[in-house]
């Protein structure tokens, strides 16, 4: 289900990738390791936290959503479904929900820790110089 989000992101990141910095690599017969650091993953890093921030968020939701209509014992889903069954239990429902959403949260703020706010910048300046 993620997978499409994640792939679909990293292919716009290789359209967009500037061959004269591969040109530049090859010249100074950059191996891939030195290429990849220094090329490919900061003009690609922008594109994988996006698409991976969607997928994480979709995937968590969906697993959520999944669990609500399995009705999988003690999981997050369960609780949910439980708080809203038999007796609307508002203040559950509210407290399960609010959970789901800080773990939502917490991951996006994960893949921000990961690929840091540099790549985001890098990704934004490469746009201004284009455009």
Do not use: Q
Not at 19 to 28: Q, R
Not at 29 to 47: A, N
Not at 54 to 83: C, F, H, N
């Amino acid at each position: 289900m993620v997978t499409p989000i994640v792939w679909s992101s990293l292919s716009e990141g290789i359209r967009s990738l500037d061959p004269a910095l591969y040109e530049v690599a090859k010249v100074y017969r950059f191996g891939f390791f030195k290429t990849f650091r220094l090329y490919l993953f900061p003009s690609l890093s922008p594109f994988l936290s996006s698409g991976l921030s969607t997928a994480l968020g979709l995937g968590w939701k969906s697993v959520v959503a999944t669990e609500i209509l399995v009705r999988t014992p003690d999981s997050l889903g369960y609780m949910i479904w439980d708080a809203k069954a038999w007796n609307v239990d508002t203040s559950r429902l509210f407290a399960w929900t609010l959970v789901v959403i800080l773990v939502s949260i917490l991951l996006d703020a994960l893949i921000l820790l990961l690929f840091g706010r540099s790549g985001v910048r890098a990704g934004l300046e490469r746009r201004k110089i284009r455009g």
